[in-house]
């Protein structure tokens, strides 16, 4: 069994890992410019410029989302054990095509 001090230090670092996490996701998806179709000589309709930046916003609502459950768990506005809020927690990994996808851990239910 963890004593209180490890247990604290685990949890600790699990959310420097994710807080870390976000930093790169929030700096991948400012990064995108939508200017990128023009410079790859492409003539994209204004359909591709809103799309893009629907994209970016939905982007980072995810991850703002994210904190704000981290937020409410942490401050004990939600109760539950650091295990359990892992499971419930929302986690976005970056697909293929750059964009960030939500989705809750598939094991815990």
């Known amino acids: 069994m963890l004593s209180a ?5 685990t949890v600790l670092h699990d959310i420097e890992t994710v807080v870390i996490e976000w930093t790169h996701q929030i700096r991948d998806v400012l990064k995108k410019d939508s200017a990128q179709p023009l410079l790859e000589g492409l003539n994209p309709n204004p359909y591709v410029e809103i799309e ?5 916003a939905q982007n980072l609502r995810c991850i703002f989302d994210q904190v ?7 401050s004990g506005v939600i109760q539950r054990s650091w295990t359990r809020m892992r499971c419930a927690a929302l986690h976005c990994r970056a697909a293929p095509c750059g964009t960030v996808r939500c989705h809750a851990a598939p094991h815990c239910t």
């Open 5 to 9: 001090s490890t247990s604290g230090r």
């Open 52 to 56: 893009f930046w629907n994209a970016k």
């Open 68 to 74: 704000v459950l981290l937020y409410l768990l942490i």
